[in-house]
T-cell receptor, first 116, second 111 residues
Framework: EAQVTQNPRYLITVTGKKLTVTCSQN?????MSWYRQDPGLGLRQIYY???????DKGDVPEGYKVSRKEKRNFPLILESPSPNQTSLYFC???????????????FGPGTRLTVT | GQQVMQIPQYQHVQEGEDFTTYCNSS?????IQWYKQRPGGHPVFLIQ?????EVKKQKRLTFQFGEAKKNSSLHITATQTTDVGTYFC???????????FGTGTRLKVLA
């Protein structure tokens, strides 16, 4: 079954304690990205990756890191989480075609993070 | 910066009424995608529009992409309770690989 998986699904942590949210897709997609969803603000892109070892900042990258060492995995790293990073996080993947048009975005189930 | 505005923010309709949500971008888009997110769920892809003036239909849903590729709309005819959720547009800004999402329209359908 084609899917994007995220772990953990729920996480409560304290300020400053490094954490990693994993994301994996089994569709051999080139494009992967991370979003955060906050009430009234919709989905905002944090980072994206066009392919292995190719990453770039989205609209809200501050306080986050990513890596793309394998095509299927795209972890999101919070080196020193702060309360303003409390949010619902989604990973997504899609194939890319010539011209960079990504026809479909498959979203993971989401990770609800609370930083106290 | 690039923005995609989506209106209305909320919409309550009686079952059987029509519903429309609009997206307007501050910049030209390469394509626009529409997603539906059920309460407690994740966004699910509905459709992608690429061409200027493009219109696509999926059963009771009609999607349009503006001539200038800066605006789009989703129209649902004769809403049903299964249409409940938040509808997002997501635009790919021309010359970039960054998707900008609209803030979403939350639809409630009253039986």
């Amino acid at each position: 079954e084609a899917q994007v998986t995220q772990n953990p699904r729920y996480l409560i942590t304290v300020t400053g304690k490094k954490l990693t949210v994993t994301c994996s897709q089994n569709m051999n997609h080139e494009y992967m990205s991370w979003y955060r969803q906050d009430p009234g603000l919709g989905l905002r892109q944090i980072y994206y990756s066009m392919n292995v070892e190719v990453t770039d900042k989205g609209d809200v990258p501050e306080g986050y890191k990513v890596s793309r060492k394998e095509k299927r995995n795209f972890p999101l790293i919070l080196e020193s989480p702060s309360p303003n990073q409390t949010s619902l996080y989604f990973c997504a993947s899609s194939p890319t075609r010539a011209g960079g048009q990504s026809p479909v975005g498959y979203f993971g189930p989401g990770t609800r993070l609370t930083v106290t | 910066g690039q923005q995609v505005m989506q209106i209305p923010q909320y919409q309550h309709v009686q079952e059987g009424e029509d519903f429309t949500t609009y997206c307007n971008s501050s910049t030209t888009l390469s394509n626009i995608q529409w997603y539906k997110q059920r309460p407690g769920g994740h966004p699910v892809f509905l459709i992608q529009l690429v061409k200027s003036g493009e219109v696509k239909k999926q059963k009771r849903l009609t999607f349009q992409f503006g001539e200038a590729k800066k605006n789009s709309s989703l129209h649902i005819t004769a809403t049903q309770t299964t249409d409940v959720g938040t509808y997002f547009c997501a635009g790919l800004a021309s010359g970039t690989y960054k998707y900008i999402f609209g803030t979403g329209t939350r639809l409630k359908v009253l039986a």
